[in-house]
């Protein structure tokens, strides 16, 4: 079995000085390394109540799409500013190297529709925790917030947890 971790692409010094990029078009180029990865995240969550899923832009639309797709669920796109062509809800929060904008229409999420949060990685867990009071505005439940990679030296996850959500990555690089 080929290990996740393996095929994802490290790109020193992007987008700035001393920031170590985790590339996952490595990972999703291969077709053993994509297919392993979907199945792990349907594997988890194949009997959970879980109404959508909700994927952050950009990477997060390719695994959430996949991984609603496979479970049956159906698939909210949280998007960066003025990208959504309906009424949306947004949120703004801090990036480790700027400030950016999330958002979703205004009729993606019911009241008590449960929704587990995908995304490719999480590193301050800044935009995770924009997109999760995004889906709780709109009256979604987050049932777990889940990503390919942990940076958990960032302290993205931590962040997260400390605010009671329930957090997953299939593999972490830690301190580099």
Known sequence: MTPIKSLIRTIPHYPKQGIMFRDITTLLKDPVGFRLTINE??????????DKVAGIESRGFIIGAAVAYQLGKGFVPIRKKGKLPAE????????????DRVEIHIDAISKGEKVLLVDDLIATGGTAEAATSLIEEA????????FVIDLPDVGGRKRLEAKGYKVFALCEFEGE
């Open 41 to 50: 995240f349907v594997s988890r969550y194949t009997g959970a109540k879980i």
């Open 139 to 146: 009256g979604g439940e987050i049932i777990e917030c889940c």
């Open 88 to 99: 949306t809800i947004g949120h703004d929060y801090e990036l480790e190297y700027g400030s």
